[in-house]
């Protein structure tokens, strides 16, 4: 039966009303997104994700996105210091089942070879027309990578309509550190791969939801998955020592 003669709501009754299940509306937007808790789903190579069809068109769906770190530099100088990779940025946005095509395009970073400078790849969930993008850290050398990187919402035209839950969480990774310098750490983003040279290392950035920076030593240590940026090794006589940037990921949550 309809509800007539009502001229204003306030807000507390309208919560209420809708805890109740009262006037249809649609479930709200995901509050308490616990990114420590296990994913729905964890996509670690690229392809296509479908839509469930288990699931209407106002229920929610969270990405958290993770770019590839960076590589740590390698070498056999002991004049230099060989410095650890960034870790891959972050982004993540929640969006309406019923905003989202029957299909996305998933690309996953990777991590950057070892001594090579090699950035890590960008993440990229995308439509035909649109994207979100997280981006890989940045490679190292002799020379650290001083800044963390960040994820970036790009490439979403103001012609097409955001089925996003506010703007996205963008986070910036570890930066790579240098000598003895603290390797950068991370919320979201991988934590940053460490330094060092022939006798004195130090121990990879930690990000707390996704991969930790892999450790500097003689071989550096590879980032851990997702993100992590690789760790600055030294060999006397030289080598391909330093550590991999860890691959990135997408993690999706239903609900």
């Known amino acids: 039966r309809a509800l007539t003669n009502i001229a204003s709501v306030d807000a507390t009754t309208v919560a209420a009303l809708g805890a109740a299940g009262v006037g249809g509306g649609a479930p709200a937007a995901p509050e308490n997104f616990d990114p420590a808790s296990t994913a729905d789903e964890t996509i670690t190579s690229s392809g296509t994700w479908t839509k469930p069809s288990s699931y209407d068109d106002d229920s929610w769906v969270t990405f958290y996105l993770v770019g590839g770190g960076g590589a740590g530099g ?4 002991q004049t ?29 970073g990777a991590g950057g070879a070892g001594s090579t400078a090699g950035n890590g790849g960008q993440t ?12 890989g850290g940045s490679g190292s050398n002799t020379q650290p990578s001083r800044n963390g990187r960040v994820g970036f919402l790009i490439n979403w035209p103001a012609s097409i309509p955001s089925p996003f839950a506010g703007a996205p969480v963008i986070d910036t990774s570890g930066a790579g550190n240098y000598g003895q310098d603290v390797a950068g750490t991370s919320n979201y983003g991988g934590g940053a791969g460490a330094g060092g040279n022939l006798t004195a290392n130090s ?36 080598g391909a020592n330093g550590g991999n940037g860890g691959a990135g990921s997408v993690r999706i949550y239903y609900g």
Do not use: K
């Open 203 to 238: 121990t990879g950035g930690a990000s707390l939801y996704a991969g930790n920076g892999g450790n500097a030593g003689n071989s550096g240590g590879s980032g851990q998955v997702p993100g992590g940026g690789g760790g600055g090794g030294y060999t006397a006589g030289g």
């Open 124 to 135: 990229i969930v995308a439509t035909a027309s649109a994207s979100i993008t997280a981006n």
């Open 74 to 77: 390698g070498g056999d100088n």
């Open 80 to 108: 230099y210091w060989r410095a650890g990779g960034s870790g891959g940025g972050a982004t993540v946005f929640a969006a309406r089942m019923g905003g989202l095509p029957a299909t996305l395009t998933i690309t996953v």
